[in-house]
T-cell receptor
Framework: ETGVTQSPTHLIKTRGQQVTLRCSSQ?????VSWYQQALGQGPQFIFQ???????GRGNFPPRFSGLQFPNYSSELNVNALELDDSALYLC???????????????FGPGTRLTVL | QKEVEQNSGPLSVPEGAIASLNCTYS??????FFWYRQYSGKSPELIMS????GDKEDGRFTAQLNKASQYVSLLIRDSQPSDSATYLC???????????FGGGTRVLVKP
């Protein structure tokens, strides 16, 4: 158990709908990263949030957006869902700090999104 | 060329043998390297992190890093059926804000 929680566990949506996924980071961690993992592939980086601001973004369109709250929890929002958005969405928490290397990311259990 | 490459497997090893997994990466400025284990339907679980050239041992696992050759490897000694999983190699960006994963190597340990 990493202490990272995600909700919901599973979700079924139809094409064109919008979805919000939630993540609570591990105690003491101030950074949340989101990844998309399609079946049979490695996770793909979506974006990272640090101090409530986006701190890096992967090759995903603007309909993927996020938020981080003062308690370091985070949301991933996806608008205009497409069939290819069906995947396991993973949240990882870590702690960014100058000097000491604290960049290890710990993953939550994931949210399985199915788009029909 | 993919940024992080792994043999997809499956790598089949008998119980008690050593499983050897390899990973190559393209970004020479990468400083942090990780191995995660992922069981089917579950999320990645951290096994090892390595930052310096050479070997790092943790129980039955040994990670090896060679920055000059841009490869990372993972050895699993005394393999057990419970080690059957997909092993993901991940490389952190120089800014420390993005993990790039390989496609994973599926390992099957046969009793």
């Amino acid at each position: 158990e990493t202490g990272v929680t995600q909700s919901p566990t599973h979700l079924i949506k139809t094409r064109g709908q919008q979805v919000t996924l939630r993540c609570s980071s591990q105690s003491g961690h101030n950074t949340v990263s989101w990844y998309q993992q399609a079946l049979g592939q490695g996770p793909q980086f979506i974006f990272q949030y640090y101090r409530e601001e986006e701190n890096g973004r992967g090759n995903f369109p603007p309909r993927f957006s996020g938020l981080q709250f003062p308690n370091y929890s985070s949301e991933l929002n996806v608008n205009a869902l497409e069939l290819d958005d069906s995947a396991l969405y993973l949240c990882a928490s870590s702690s960014l700090a100058g000097g000491l290397r604290t960049d290890t990311q710990y993953f939550g259990p994931g949210t399985r999104l199915t788009v029909l | 060329q993919k940024e992080v490459e792994q043999n997809s497997g499956p790598l089949s090893v008998p119980e008690g043998a050593i499983a050897s997994l390899n990973c190559t990466y393209s970004d020479r400025v990468s400083q942090s390297f990780f191995w995660y284990r992922q069981y089917s339907g579950k999320s990645p679980e951290l096994i090892m992190s390595i930052y310096s050239n050479g070997d790092k041992e943790d129980g039955r696992f040994t990670a090896q890093l060679n920055k000059a050759s841009q490869y990372v490897s993972l050895l699993i000694r005394d393999s057990q059926p419970s080690d059957s999983a997909t092993y993901l190699c991940a490389v952190n960006s120089a800014a420390g804000n993005k993990l790039t994963f390989g496609g994973g190597t599926r390992v099957l340990v046969k009793p």
